[in-house]
């Protein structure tokens, strides 16, 4: 936990993607190789739309914030949280007991260059007083909170953890994970949302493990100046690959609803205005479009994670009367933004040429269409780029 941060929190969110039980026929990947960038708005070249409901075989869990929260009242969310003390205890070194020795618990290294990795990952938490690797921390953190706010505890025995390291070190692929159920979890639940700490309690008592080891990097994104209230948060993102749908049920506290849908369906909802998610939501969502498989998003989310990922804090610009939110490689994003999310306002010879887009146009709180001609790095996808919507 890195109580020297000036700006920012840190906390972890969790993309929770699940098998339907019924299969659906398998859909092939939306193509859209990393040397191809998706096309602007105003190239001649239609985008590729949202694949149908039906091509899904899976769905995503999001969660609906009370409309008293102090973050995003109403909003659409992925399960995830402020990280807590007690995600980078000590204590946790008992529960990994089997793993400690190696390194980042027998996560998979990444080959991101140290030098090129996100502070929130590459900061040294020895020196901040933690024997737990953030690696680690930031994981715990994402299960913990999935866990409170959704009633979804992922978890591995012992024995499990033998076979799960084994596949891990002979480069076999374990699949997508499975949910810990069981009838007196609601018991442990309301603990841990009383006290965070009650999660290794939890752990010790249950024998188990949080399944770190499901959770594949994914992304990490930086919460903008005065966008959504004073706090400001350090997210790193995670995704996990489920099975089969697990039995969910909302806090009443900080969530009020919780909803399993298909990427497309989501989107479809947020540009109809029935539900509002927040950008890294629209973004991620619309990557994940690529995938309508489960197998297919599930093997590129772990062969991409040891890759690395980028950290990205949105900047905002005005140009005309919208606004632009714009990404790290777009041509007009600060070399140096020094925590700065909001730059003067650009003139049109400045974005007359697509070259370098990575963009959303910020039409309306329910239309914000791409612009992105960059390649993705670290080997990750370009999301699914939609025509912008006409009611504005």
């Known amino acids: 936990m890195n109580t020297t941060l000036k700006h920012w929190r840190e906390a972890a969110t969790l993309i929770l993607a699940a098998g339907h039980k019924l299969p659906r026929p398998r859909a092939a990947p939306v193509s859209a190789p990393a040397s191809a960038p998706a096309s602007a708005p105003g190239s001649g070249h239609r985008p590729p739309g949202l694949p149908l409901r039906s091509a899904f075989d ?221 950008p890294p939501q629209f973004y991620e969502l619309s990557r994940m479009c690529r995938f309508p498989a489960l197998r297919d998003l599930h093997n590129f989310a772990s062969q991409r994670a040891t890759e690395g990922c980028e950290q990205w804090l949105p900047v905002i610009c005005q140009k005309d009367e919208h606004y632009l939110l714009l990404l790290p490689g777009d041509k007009l994003y600060p070399l140096d933004t020094s925590g700065k999310t909001q730059i003067d306002k650009i003139a049109d010879s400045q974005s007359e040429d697509d070259s370098a887009l990575h963009r959303m146009v910020m039409l309306n709180p329910y239309n914000r269409p791409l612009q992105i001609t960059i390649t993705p790095r670290y080997n990750h996808l370009l999301p699914v780029v939609e025509p912008a919507s006409s009611n504005y």
């Open 58 to 278: 899976y769905d995503v869990l999001l969660l609906k914030r009370s409309g008293k929260s102090g973050f995003m009242p109403n909003a659409y969310v992925f399960p995830g949280g402020m990280v807590d003390a007690s995600d980078f205890s000590s204590e946790w070194l008992d529960v990994f007991q089997p793993v400690r020795e190696s390194p980042n618990f027998g996560l998979r290294p990444t080959k991101q260059a140290a030098e090129t990795r996100p502070p929130i990952f590459a900061t040294d938490r020895l020196k901040l007083g933690s024997p737990v690797p953030g690696e680690v921390a930031f994981r715990i953190c994402a299960l913990r909170e999935t866990f409170e706010e959704s009633g979804v505890l992922l978890v591995v025995s012992k024995p499990e953890l033998n076979r799960l390291l084994r596949d891990t070190k002979e480069q076999r692929d374990p699949g997508p994970a499975v949910c810990y159920e069981a009838g007196y979890l609601d018991k442990w639940r309301t603990l841990v949302n009383q006290n965070p700490s009650n999660f290794i309690r939890m752990c010790r008592e249950l024998q188990v493990l949080p399944n770190i080891w499901a959770l594949h990097e994914w992304g990490n994104w930086l919460t903008p100046t005065g966008r959504y209230g004073a706090a400001r948060f350090d997210t790193a993102f995670f995704i996990c690959c489920l099975q089969d749908t697990p039995h969910t049920v909302q806090d009443q506290k900080e969530i009020v609803h919780v909803q399993w849908s298909t990427p497309s369906e989501i989107l479809q909802s947020y540009q109809a205005q029935e539900m509002w998610i927040a």
